[in-house]
C-alpha cells in the first residue's frame, strides 16, 4: 500500500512539472491555452499546399480549402466568428520568409460560411468555412508561379475574444505549374480514343535520316510495313558527330492530327511539326521511352521531325561512348474522332 502510494505522488509531481513546462515554455501557446479568458482561434488545417495546371487546352486544379474555428473553453453563450481574406498580409509574408507569392484577386475567391458559429457550451464550430475559385476562375492565375491567400479571423462576436497570436491567420499557397508546347505526357492514344489513318495509307508515307556520319541499317521502309516483332524490320542509325533527325513525310497536308505513335522512340527526344519542311512548330521532347505522343490541340502537318540527341553509352566492348541514335519501327499518326 505504501509503494502505491509512493508511486502516486511522483506521478502527480511529474504531472504538476509537466504542466509548468507546458504553460512556460511557449508565449504563443499560452496566449491560447493559458488563463481563464476564453480565445477563440484557428485550428491547424494541416497542409494548405494547393496545385494548379496550366495546359494549352485548359487550366485545371481542386483549389478549395475548408477551416474550422475552435475556442480554449466552453463557450458562454454563442459565439461568432468572423472570416475575411486579407490580402495585405501577403507583402508582409514575402518579407519574413523571403519569397515571392503573388495575391490573388479578391473577386475570384468564393467564400462560402464567412461567420461561424459556436454554440453555448460547445467549443468548435459544427460548420466549417470554405474557400475555394472555381475552374473556370483558374486561368486568371498565370501572372506567377506561386500565390497566397491569407485568410484572417478577422471577428469575435460574444463572450470571448480573438487570439492575438498567428493562430487568428491561415495561409492557403497555390504552386502554378505551365506547361510549355503541346504534348501530353503519359497520355495514350488510345485514352483519348484517336482514329488511327488505315495502313494502306500509311505504307505510301515516307522517312529520312538528317545528321553528320550517320550509319543506318535497313532503311525507313520499315517504318510502315507493319511488321513489329522481326528485328530485320527495325531501322537502326547511329551518329557520333551530332544528334539524328527522323523526319517522316506523310505525303500530304493533314489539317487535324491529334498525335503520333513511333515504336522505338528513346527518353529526350524532341518532336517537332510543320506542313512545308521549313518552319517548325515545336510539340515537346519526351520524358519516358513511350511511343506515343499525344497533342492537347489537333495541329496541321506533313511533316514530322523526331530529334534524337546525343548521349552517352556503355557497352562492354567499347566502354563509355557518346553517340545519337536509335532502333526504331513503325510510325502512325492519328487523326481526333
Known amino acids: 500500500m505504501k509503494r502505491i502510494l509512493y508511486l502516486s505522488c511522483i506521478y502527480q509531481l511529474l504531472l504538476v512539472c509537466a504542466i509548468i513546462v507546458v504553460s512556460c515554455g511557449n508565449e504563443e501557446v499560452y496566449d491560447i491555452y493559458g ?44 459565439i461568432q466568428a468572423v472570416f475575411a481574406v486579407d490580402n495585405t498580409l ?10 515571392d507569392y503573388a495575391a490573388v484577386p479578391i473577386e475570384i475567391l468564393d467564400m462560402k460560411n464567412p461567420i461561424l458559429v459556436i454554440a ?38 460574444g ?28 497520355v495514350t492514344l488510345e485514352d483519348i480514343h ?35 516483332n522481326v528485328y530485320q524490320h527495325r531501322w537502326w542509325f547511329e551518329s557520333k558527330s551530332s544528334p539524328v533527325d527522323v523526319i517522316v513525310d506523310m505525303q500530304k497536308v493533314y489539317d487535324d492530327i491529334i498525335g503520333c505513335r513511333l515504336i ?14 521549313e518552319t517548325w512548330t515545336k510539340i515537346g521532347t519526351t520524358i ?16 514530322v521531325k523526331f530529334t534524337f540527341p546525343i548521349v552517352e553509352s556503355w557497352s562492354i566492348f567499347g566502354g563509355v561512348t557518346k553517340k545519337a541514335g536509335g532502333t526504331i519501327h513503325e510510325f502512325y499518326a492519328c487523326t481526333k474522332k
Open 35 to 78: 488563463g481563464t479568458e476564453n480565445k477563440v482561434y484557428i485550428p491547424d488545417p494541416g497542409s494548405t499546399v494547393l496545385e494548379v495546371l496550366h495546359t494549352p487546352v485548359s487550366s485545371v486544379g481542386d483549389v478549395k480549402m475548408k477551416i474550422s474555428v475552435h475556442c480554449t473553453n466552453k463557450a458562454n453563450g454563442e
Open 90 to 99: 501577403v507583402e508582409d509574408y514575402n518579407i519574413i520568409h523571403e519569397t
Open 120 to 157: 453555448s457550451n460547445a467549443m468548435a464550430a459544427k460548420q466549417e468555412m470554405e474557400i475555394s475559385i472555381a475552374e473556370e476562375n483558374l486561368a486568371l492565375l498565370k501572372n506567377a508561379d506561386r500565390y497566397l491567400i491569407p485568410i484572417r479571423l478577422k471577428e469575435v462576436l
Open 159 to 186: 463572450n470571448a475574444t480573438l487570439s492575438t497570436t498567428t493562430s487568428n491567420v491561415v495561409y492557403i499557397s497555390i504552386e502554378v505549374t505551365t506547361v510549355e508546347g503541346n504534348y501530353q505526357e503519359g
Open 194 to 228: 484517336a482514329n488511327f489513318i488505315a495502313d494502306d495509307i500509311r505504307s505510301g508515307w515516307g522517312a529520312e535520316l538528317s545528321g553528320l556520319n550517320i550509319s543506318q541499317t535497313n532503311g525507313p521502309a520499315k517504318l510502315f510495313d507493319g511488321i513489329t
Open 288 to 303: 519516358s521511352t513511350s511511343p506515343d505522343i499525344v497533342f492537347y490541340i489537333p495541329v496541321q502537318l506533313r511533316y
Open 264 to 277: 522505338g522512340i528513346a527518353k529526350g527526344v524532341e518532336i517537332n511539326v510543320s506542313v512545308d519542311k
